[in-house]
């Protein structure tokens, strides 16, 4: 059973503010862990161990030796890590921000991936987790082994692979209707207002720990001194994956989406980042004898650290 609310979103007046500029995005991705508590090993090991009864407790890994399920996971943690790179945090009930200049890449890639996961869902409902159950867990398991740990067919599809993806409108501190008393709707509106403020703040300064963490990690990258022969002084040769470069540059483009407060300030940083690594490639920085290109990139990653107090 899956969810898609992508539509449901509220109309808004359209006016110059972040409701205009942004909505809320959920996202909440649940499968089958593939564990069971196993509580007569649990009373043996304890036992066994001369220690009190809650001294520890032996989780059984019910697709021992099988990837299908680990590779779910893996491709689940990839989503979310997608949903995050291309949000903001709001709030503490799992809404993240997201600008509507986004929204169409958001739902392109987000769609796609989900799309993914529910094809490897499939292959592993009719597929890989009878085959493992039935054939290979007996011996996987050994003495460990006993059928009635695994769900049933139809547990597994009716509960446990699911997802939900909803949007909702941005509520802002003018947004706030009930029908209360005026002295406690003036006091309402102030709290409501001073938590929107709040989540606005703490938006806008995920997107600064972005720019600042992406340069830290290329700065000290740069500082590695490599000799003519690309080894540092422990002998051990530097390397540079190829995503050196493209991870700032991604930064950069997203950056204009995630300013949904149109910061001046932040918007400069994400231009002078852009213009320290412009015609730079990593194929240059991993040349050895290249020291100045890769002082002078660092150089520039350390005036912007300092001149926007990172």
Not at 6 to 25: F, K, M
Not at 133 to 162: H, I, Q, S, W
């Amino acid at each position: 059973m899956y969810i898609d609310t992508q539509e449901q979103l509220a109309v808004v007046q359209h006016t110059p503010s972040l409701a205009d500029s942004a909505v809320l995005v959920s996202l909440n991705i649940s499968s089958w862990g593939g564990q069971k508590l196993d509580k007569g090993m649990t009373k043996e090991l304890n036992y066994t161990k001369r220690a009190s009864s809650n001294a520890s407790k032996v989780q059984k890994n019910l697709m021992a030796g099988d990837d299908s399920l680990r590779n779910i996971k893996k491709y689940e943690s990839k989503i979310r890590a997608e949903h995050i790179r291309l949000t903001l945090p709001w709030g503490d009930r799992g809404s993240r921000l997201l600008p509507t200049s986004v929204m169409m890449d958001y739902k392109q890639k987000i769609g796609d991936m989900l799309t993914i996961l529910k094809d490897m869902w499939r292959v592993f409902l009719d597929v890989s987790y009878p085959n493992y159950r039935d054939n290979v867990a007996p011996y996987k398991m050994g003495d460990m082994y006993n059928y009635d740990d695994y769900p049933t067919d139809v547990e597994l599809r009716c509960k446990t692979f699911d997802y939900s993806l909803v949007f909702e409108p941005v509520a802002e501190s003018g947004d706030f209707r009930i029908d209360v008393p005026k002295q406690l709707m003036e006091e309402l509106k102030e709290q409501h207002k001073a938590s929107v403020d709040s989540r606005v703040q703490t938006a806008i300064s995920s997107a600064w720990d972005r720019v600042k963490t992406q340069i830290e990690s290329m700065k000290d990258k740069l500082a590695i001194e490599m000799d003519d022969d690309g080894k540092n002084k422990d002998g051990k040769t530097v390397r540079y994956h190829d995503t050196f470069v493209q991870n700032a540059t991604d930064l950069c483009d997203l950056l204009a989406h995630l300013n949904v407060t149109n910061d001046p300030r932040l918007d400069q940083a994400r231009i002078d980042l852009k213009n320290a690594i412009k015609g730079v490639s990593v194929d240059t920085l991993k040349i050895p004898t290249n020291h100045a290109t890769r002082n002078e990139v660092k150089t520039k990653l350390d005036d912007i650290l300092s001149k926007y107090a990172l």
